[in-house]
């Protein structure tokens, strides 16, 4: 992106340049119109200048996120060494400066490159909670974060906004595990199933000292009714998402920005549910 600006502006020169010397020859060149190229160009510059902002700020809630503050230690100069009695390697960049590979979307800066089944794309990350007796999705919600760890405790809270209780029980795979997660749930009246790793694969030891609420949710897995329980989850939550994309062909959205995004895929899930609701019902 930061090429690609400077390919533009020396463009704008250039052109700006050849218009001079054309008024100067007061040459006809019907074939190009100078102005609306400088017009089209400028635009494109302007666009990059919003993006690299856009990419600043996220950079700096980044660094605000990991612990790091504005006035932590710059970057070494080339060819200087860090600061004498810092411990550690200094920072590779200033606070706020996003990595010269980073990336933002044009068309819709909200959406972020997600890994799929099919490779990188722009993309929004979408939760569904699914009741387990008639798979009728209770809770739908979308965000821009492709790590789903973080996302459980908001599905539980947003199913007790939906139904007015709390769940009795909640299974999840193994992308919801965090242990700071699992410990902010070891109080919640739902009773929480969430896989360690993959399914049928023997997992590493896990050090409960360390990882108390990990570990217990390794010996509760590791039990017959554990077991039972969470081999159940792909035959309740995954029908319904490919319900979603099978039957109702819904497999992108038309709408920009993460509002209306996850307004969409709400939208969807309620007309599942009432297609769902309809057939129980003939």
């Known amino acids: 992106m930061q090429v690609r600006e400077v390919e533009l502006k020396t463009q704008i020169d250039d052109l700006l340049a050849r218009a001079a010397r054309a008024d100067v020859a007061e040459a006809n060149e019907p074939e190009l119109d100078i102005p609306a190229e400088i ?28 612990g790091r503050q504005p006035d932590d230690d710059e970057p070494p100069a080339p060819g200087q060494l860090a600061k ?25 800066p909200d ?15 979408a939760q569904t909670a699914v009741d387990s007796h008639r798979q009728i999705i209770v809770a739908a919600e979308l965000t821009q ?24 029980s909640a299974v999840a795979d193994a992308g919801y595990r965090s242990e700071a997660v699992l410990a902010q749930l070891s ?21 409960a000292q360390k990882l108390p609420h990990t570990a217990a949710m390794a010996a509760k897995l590791d039990s017959p009714e554990g077991r039972a329980r969470y081999r159940r989850r792909k035959a309740i939550v995954e029908p319904p998402n490919a319900w979603i994309k099978q039957v109702m ?6 709408f920009r920005g993460v509002d209306k995004v996850r307004s969409e895929f709400k939208l969807v899930c309620a007309a599942l549910n009432l297609r769902r609701m309809a057939t129980m019902m003939a």
């Open 111 to 125: 959406s972020r490159i997600m890994k799929t089944s099919t490779g990188f794309e722009q993309c929004f990350n």
């Open 39 to 66: 017009a089209r160009r400028t635009q494109r510059v302007e666009a990059i200048e919003a993006a690299k902002l856009r990419l600043q700020a996220r950079q700096r809630e980044a660094d605000l996120e990991r």
């Open 249 to 254: 062909g819904f497999r992108q959205f038309s």
């Open 187 to 207: 109080t919640s009246p739902t009773d929480v199933i969430v896989a360690l790793g993959r399914e049928g694969k023997k997992q590493a030891l896990i050090n």
């Open 84 to 108: 004498p009695g810092k411990a550690g390697r200094a920072f590779k960049r200033a606070f706020g400066e996003p990595a010269p590979k980073a990336q933002d979307n044009f068309t819709d």
């Open 145 to 168: 974060c492709a790590v789903d760890s973080a996302e459980l405790p908001d599905m539980l809270d947003a199913v007790r906004r939906n139904t007015g209780q709390d769940a009795a």
